[in-house]
């Protein structure tokens, strides 16, 4: 590529490209920017201070709400990565009547939309405590529990999908070597399966954590009183008007986000290290949507 | 134990435990996907044919096809049309932006293409809410984009609850989800064939518009859809960026459940969005089918 | 007599109701010899390997290891080892755990598994990189690494599918070599499968040659080059000439060209046979030389000559239903001939075989 008008093609599109990051980046950096601004006034700039950050961590309501989201992001990822990697396996390594019907069920929470989906569980949770109460007695109400049994829904498939494209980019030869090897199948998914989807499980369970902390509507429409989640809290506080103590919240999320971001980048580090197929979270994004 | 010699029934015998072994072993995710997936959908449909008492509970009798002929109503009507039209144009910008973008990244070398695409990964990892509350304060008639507006000599800008601000926070919200299957598709695009179609004379634009973006649909198809959907869909985007006049499909329909206390009719509002969906998803392989 | 290694009886794979990837065979390959089963892609080779390694069971059938019925035994029980296409290495272990997998699964001593790791890996020249990964391996070494994984369990039958497939012609060359060295040495029994048949031919002890799941013939490099029994296996090895014929007499048939031939024996009384003739069993003589009285000949016209170096191609045409091939070495006491030349190709009538469709 070296007419001069491809160059030209080139720098438009770099010029674009670098103005596409700017956009990206921008909002986020303001945001940082200002969380550290001593004024009442959102977006005047007075001075610097960690005024906002100490009236968080001394707000019980924040405090409760981001404990509720850790302990639901945390748990919910738990369980949909072991029942969402378990799901991957069964679809892509077995074959059985009706695999291809429930193939479509497991992909079916990723193009519905959260309303949707709000309005799915509101439903029958609502349903559900209805029939229990009148079979037994026993009321349930929304809480946590319903909360985290939401996130574990959706996030169920999140996973399978990102491990299902690892575990088709590798040889199952490699599988029929270690029985041709003597192992038994407990032994071939422990020192053969699990280590190479291992980058797929993590990045399944990254991107299900990631999910659970963003979630806002499905856990508006489970949670009951005093079982808020730090999103829901932020959100109701900026419908009611902007300030600058939420400023504080988002840029601690957002530091959230970056550790986790940390978190996997080093992961895949380590991966690379030990030799093993690089999985960065793009690559593992691209096999899915492909 | 000793083996003799291997009979049909046998075989069979032997593939069914497999296949057994394979179902067995996906069940949890089957049986809790039955349990909180299907059946709350199932639920959400039977919901739109209910009644709703006179206190806004839902009764579960006298079905009737009442939500469903409300779906008709002029009001619910503009409310489709406009988040339909919303959508298709945050659909639209992201594809117009990110393309050339994509397009950037996948001509790198393999550091540097690394390299942008975590950059590109950090925001879209990043708390979705915050993110769009970050216009919010920027599109304020007090905030950061009126400060330099008014510094150029120009006006505070008043875009914030407006339709506008909804789209620049869609875009900047599911940009992500348009630009990496768009890369994953001109990744792996042979680049031969680009060259075959310069050696046949074809020019630069030609060679893109008949070679290059062809190859690339199922990229733009997948990154439409993943766009597209959650647009149509959109809640908290609107409710952060956009104004009470205009109302979008998203909030329609949770206000039914919260505020307006008309399940059944939220129920078929729901339906009808995902059968819009389902329509628009369809379309889209179609037309990236019809392109191959 | 030893036990057979290896002995399939009556072994049929169906995939579905359709497909019948294996065709009620049955071969028995005997203790310590080098085997390989030769056939173009489809025919069912790599199938019938994975039966006797245990990744597929047969429909029906028997297949036995010295002896022993394997029936439905996974693979991790059966007394073979294979060595894969792709070689399927374990790509986040280090060479020597790679060798090494086989002996821990089967719980073998820590120091034994050091000796016996370490021993092999010296058989395949691999004893420098025993720490380094797959990926850094060239395609030769990675090779190696699959054989000695193998090796090293001391199987009863070492299998291997098509496993030069992906080197060059010269490494290649070099491990054909050094594995039929190996498995002399070595003695185990080793089934080979392959699409390539001069690996066949220069490596095997016996070869079996398969077509669209049917066993078609099993024999020496010998046997399966000069006396093939069908159209199919004369076709697939080398070049061949077919000529058809109708017998006129005990050991006499007219071709199409009106010429009469001899016939080897074992012929039917009547009715059709088909001639196969080796290009180098052909002679071109000049139109005006002597050809001996007890060989079969022909007018013929040359129509296309391929020089190779070492050799020269001549299609011929002779009025029969395509031209002959012949093959004659280029030395200077053979005469070459041009294009367009009238000659006499001839041939002796044992040097052709009687061939079934």
Redesign the interface.
């Known amino acids: 590529m070296s007419d001069p008008a491809n160059r030209r093609v080139g720098r438009v599109l770099g010029i674009n490209a670098w103005l596409v990051y700017v956009f990206l980046y921008a909002p986020i950096a303001l945001l940082i920017v200002f969380s550290f601004n001593d004024n009442n006034n959102v977006s005047i700039w007075t001075e610097p201070s960690l005024r906002w950050y100490r009236e968080m961590f001394g707000n019980d309501e924040v405090m409760g709400a981001l404990r509720n989201s850790l302990l639901v992001a945390l748990v919910s990822t738990l369980v949909a990565t072991v029942i969402g990697t378990a799901l991957a396996i069964s679809l892509e390594r077995y074959r059985y009547r009706g695999r291809g019907t429930l193939d479509g069920l497991a992909y079916l929470p990723i193009i519905i939309p959260d309303v949707t989906m709000a309005v799915m569980l509101l439903i029958f949770f609502f349903q559900a405590f209805g029939i229990l109460d009148s079979l037994t007695g026993i009321r349930l109400t929304s809480g946590l529990h319903t909360i985290i049994l939401a996130h574990i829904a959706f996030n169920i498939s999140f996973v399978a999908v990102v491990v299902r494209a690892r575990i088709a980019q590798f040889d199952s030869a490699l599988e029929e070597a270690a029985a041709d090897l003597y192992a038994t199948r407990w032994q071939t998914f422990r020192r053969v399966t699990f280590p190479l989807i291992l980058p797929g499980v993590a990045g399944g369970a990254l991107l299900a954590l990631t999910l659970s902390l963003d979630d806002v509507v499905v856990t508006q429409f489970v949670s009951g009183a005093g079982s808020t989640t730090l999103p829901v809290y932020v959100f109701g506080l900026v419908r009611r008007g902007v300030t600058p103590l939420i400023n504080a919240v988002s840029v601690v999320m957002l530091a959230a986000s970056m550790i986790l971001i940390g978190i996997s980048l080093g992961l895949q580090r380590g991966a690379t290290v030990r030799g093993q197929k690089i999985a960065d979270p793009a690559s593992l994004l691209e096999d899915v949507s492909a | 134990m000793t083996q003799g010699p291997v009979t049909p029934e046998l075989e069979r015998a032997a593939e069914k435990a497999e296949s057994r072994r394979g179902l067995l072993i996906g069940l949890p995710a089957y049986a809790y996907l039955i349990l909180f997936f299907a059946i709350p959908l199932v639920l959400v449909f039977v919901y739109s044919f209910a009644s709703r008492s006179s206190t806004g509970l839902t009764v579960l009798e006298d079905w009737n096809l009442d939500s469903y002929r409300r779906l008709a109503d002029p009001l619910v009507i503009e409310i489709f049309v406009r988040s339909f039209l919303l959508a298709l144009i945050t659909t639209a910008i992201c594809l117009l932006v990110s393309y050339p973008f994509a397009y950037y990244i996948a001509t790198r070398g393999p550091s540097m293409r690394n390299i942008l695409l975590v950059l590109v990964m950090i925001p879209f990892w990043s708390n979705f809410l915050v993110r769009t509350y970050a216009w919010r304060v920027i599109l304020g008639s007090d905030g950061i984009a009126s400060q330099i507006s008014q510094v150029f000599g120009g006006e505070p800008v008043r875009v914030l609850f407006t339709s506008t601000a909804v789209l620049i926070g869609l875009v900047y919200g599911f940009l992500p989800f348009m630009v990496l299957p768009l890369y994953a598709a001109l990744e792996r695009l042979d680049w031969n064939l680009v060259e075959a179609a310069r050696d046949l004379y074809a020019s630069g634009w030609a060679a893109f518009r008949k070679v290059t973006f062809p190859l690339s649909m199922p990229g733009v198809v997948a990154g439409s859809i993943l766009v597209f959907i959650p647009s149509l869909g959109a809640y908290v985007t609107p409710a952060i960026l956009g104004g009470a006049r205009d109302v979008l499909l998203g909030d329609y329909i949770v206000s039914q459940f919260l505020a307006a206390r008309n399940w059944p009719f939220g129920s078929a509002l729901s339906f009808g969005v995902m059968f819009v969906m389902l329509l628009a998803t369809i379309f889209y392989f179609r037309v990236g089918a019809k392109s191959l | 007599m030893a036990t057979p290694a290896v002995e399939l009886?009556?072994v049929t794979k169906r995939f579905g109701d359709d497909v019948v990837a294996v065709d009620t065979l049955d071969l028995t390959i005997e203790d310590g010899e080098f085997f390989s089963l030769l056939g173009p892609s489809g025919c069912g080779k790599t199938t019938t390997l994975r039966m006797i390694?245990?990744?597929e069971?047969?429909?029906?059938?028997?297949?036995r290891i010295h002896g022993v019925?394997?029936?439905?035994?996974?693979?991790?029980e059966r007394p073979?080892?294979?060595v894969?296409?792709?070689y399927?290495l374990?790509?986040?272990m280090t060479v020597f755990e790679n060798v090494a997998?086989?002996l821990e699964?089967?719980k073998v001593a820590n120091a034994d598994v050091e000796t016996r790791v370490r021993r092999v890996l010296d058989q395949v020249q691999l004893a420098q990189r025993a720490d380094a990964?797959p990926?850094?391996l060239s395609g030769g070494m990675q090779q190696r690494v699959a054989l000695a994984?193998?090796l090293v369990?001391e199987p009863e039958v070492l299998l291997l599918d098509e496993p030069l497939g992906a080197l060059d012609l010269k490494l290649r060359q070099n491990m054909q070599y050094e594995l039929k060295d190996l498995q002399t040495r070595v003695g185990i029994t080793f089934v080979y499968v392959t699409h390539d048949q001069e690996e066949a031919l220069t490596m095997s002890d016996r070869i079996g040659v398969m077509s669209a799941g049917k066993l078609l013939q099993v024999g020496d490099s010998h046997e399966i080059y000069e006396s093939p029994t069908s159209r199919f296996v004369a076709d697939f090895i080398g070049e061949i000439n077919l000529l058809e014929g109708e017998v006129t007499a005990p050991g006499a048939a007219r071709l199409a060209n009106g010429s009469e031939v001899g016939i080897p024996p074992g012929h039917p009384s009547a009715g059709r046979v088909t001639l196969a003739l080796r290009p180098e069993r052909l002679v071109l003589h000049q139109v005006a030389g002597a050809v001996p009285d007890d060989r079969n000949q022909m007018r013929a016209r040359i129509v296309r000559r391929t020089y190779y170096g070492d050799v020269y191609f001549y299609d011929v045409e002779a009025g029969l239903s395509a031209p002959l091939e012949v093959k004659e070495e280029n030395r200077p006491d053979v005469v070459t001939h041009a294009v367009g030349d009238e000659v006499i190709v001839s041939w002796s009538t044992d040097s052709a075989n009687l061939v079934s469709d």
Request: glycine share 12%; charged share 10%; proline share 10%.
């Open positions: 009886v009556g390694a245990g990744f069971y047969p429909t029906e059938g028997s297949v019925e394997m029936g439905l035994k996974p693979p991790n073979v080892n294979t894969f296409q792709s399927a374990f790509p986040h997998f086989g699964m089967q990964r990926s850094q994984r193998a369990n």
